[in-house]
Every structure is written in structure tokens, then in C-alpha cells.
């Protein structure tokens, strides 16, 4: 099997936390939001809609910098920060 399980989540801190074989208790009163992998790796906008999403949900910025940085989200969407 070659899927991918993975989810980030949504730390009620503002914290963007991977689990790269996922199991997040998604009932927890500490976590805001889940998503699964296969929702952020379809394209380099999937990503930045999660990015965003997350963002309006009050991840920290620098969570959200380190992802784009990591994913080398500016090599796709030159403008990436403008749009979030």
C-alpha cells in the first residue's frame, strides 16, 4: 500500500502539526481543524488553500512558512504570500 496516511492538524495553540501516519483524535478539545493528506498534495494550490484555511483559523505564522518553505510553495506560486 502506497498511500499516503498522513494529517496535519490544527493545535488549539496555533501550532501546524503533521502526523505523518495520522491517528489524530480528532474529538480532542486541543485540536481545531485535521486535514488529510490527500486534501493538501494534489497541486501547489491545494496546498495554499490549506495554508489559508489554516491561517484564518489562527495557525502561527511561522508554521505556515516553514510548510510553503518546506514544499517550496514559492517556486509555484510566486505571489503565494499575497494570497493568503
Known amino acids: ?10 493545535h488549539e495553540n ?9 491517528g489524530v ?5 486541543f485540536v481545531k481543524r485535521v486535514w ?3 486534501e493538501i498534495a494534489p497541486s501547489p494550490q491545494h496546498l ?5 484555511e489554516a491561517k484564518k483559523l489562527g495557525a502561527l ?7 510553503a518553505n518546506h514544499n517550496n510553495l514559492s517556486k509555484y506560486i510566486p505571489d503565494w504570500e499575497n494570497k493568503l
Do not use: V
Open 1 to 10: 500500500m502506497n498511500e499516503i496516511e498522513g494529517e496535519y492538524y490544527l
Open 14 to 22: 496555533g501550532s501546524l502539526i503533521y502526523k505523518p501516519h495520522g
Open 25 to 29: 483524535q480528532r474529538d480532542s478539545n
Open 36 to 38: 488529510n493528506y490527500e
Open 48 to 52: 495554499l488553500n490549506f495554508l489559508t
Open 61 to 67: 505564522n511561522a508554521d505556515i512558512y516553514r510548510i
